[in-house]
């Protein structure tokens, strides 16, 4: 069993910047999982942000956050990141940490088994 942990996040002014952290515990060793980001917004269907695979060397990100958005990883910490450049009103969202046992990248919602409780990102215009 994984727990995620996710922290950062808050208040951020629009254009400004944040950076998540997701910490991950149990359920073995940590590089055998792809990580992924979702968000949820008020009213909304959970969608996908970014995915990592187990070295890092391949992402994948939603097209609305491409360029803006990085995910990364260090496996000796089991801890994945997401950092948030250029942030707009539309990116407020609870943000969630996910995880699943595999070594290809996954950008579906019900292709992740261990779920973080979301960590909230507001962005004032």
């Known amino acids: 069993q994984v727990q995620l942990v996710e922290s950062g996040g808050g208040l951020v002014q629009a254009g400004g910047s944040t950076r998540l952290s997701c910490v991950a515990s149990g359920g073995g060793t940590f590089s055998n999982y792809v990580m992924g980001w979702f968000r949820q917004a008020p009213g909304k269907a959970r969608e996908f942000v970014a995915a990592i695979n187990w070295s890092g060397l391949s992402t994948s990100y939603a097209d609305s956050v491409k360029g803006r958005f990085a995910i990364s990883r260090v496996n000796a910490k089991n801890t994945v990141y997401l950092q948030m450049n250029s942030l707009k009103p539309e990116d407020t969202a609870v943000y969630y940490c996910?995880?699943?046992?595999?070594?290809?990248?996954?950008?579906?919602?019900?292709?992740?088994?261990?779920w973080g409780q979301g960590t909230q990102v507001t962005v004032s215009s």
């Open positions: 996910a995880a699943d046992r595999t070594f290809h990248i996954r950008v579906g919602f019900n292709d992740y088994e261990y």
